[in-house]
């Protein structure tokens, strides 16, 4: 089960890369808060996959950690797009408005019971 947070990071990692590839240097903050959660979630799901644990300084962070912040990462993602759709004036519905906002909160809260060890959701034990 969790050798498929690689692939998950991976697939973040790229389309992160083809944003950036693709739509050139951000030149909004949001842009760069979007495609920067973007590649950091990829990044600590990508490493959660693959190790039990990371030394941060003296302290130890457990894979269940990393990737509680990962998910906590695409909801800020989430929620940064939709967001800034409405603040633009965009094009987006209020359908879209509240399936963005609902779907940030769902991330957050699946990462916060991931930092938390699993209290609501049973963590996969097996490789």
């Given at each position: 089960m969790r050798r498929l947070l690689?692939?998950?990071g991976?697939?973040?990692?790229?389309?992160?890369a083809l944003l950036s590839t693709v739509t050139g240097v951000p030149s909004h903050p949001t842009t760069w808060l979007w495609i920067g959660s973007l590649t950091l979630a990829g990044t600590l799901l990508f490493v959660a996959g693959l190790r039990d644990s990371l030394a941060v300084g003296s302290a130890t962070v457990r894979w269940n950690v990393l990737v509680g912040v990962g998910q906590l990462l695409l909801a800020l993602s989430t929620f940064v797009t939709t967001v800034?759709?409405?603040l633009i004036g965009g094009s987006i519905s209020p359908v879209g408005i509240v399936a963005g906002v609902?779907?940030?909160?769902?991330?957050?809260?699946?990462?916060?019971?991931?930092?938390?060890?699993?209290v609501y959701m049973r963590l996969p034990t097996a490789e």
């Open positions: 690689v692939l998950l991976v697939g973040l990692l790229a389309f992160a800034d759709d409405v609902v779907g940030a909160a769902i991330l957050a809260f699946f990462g916060v019971d991931y930092v938390r060890g699993g």
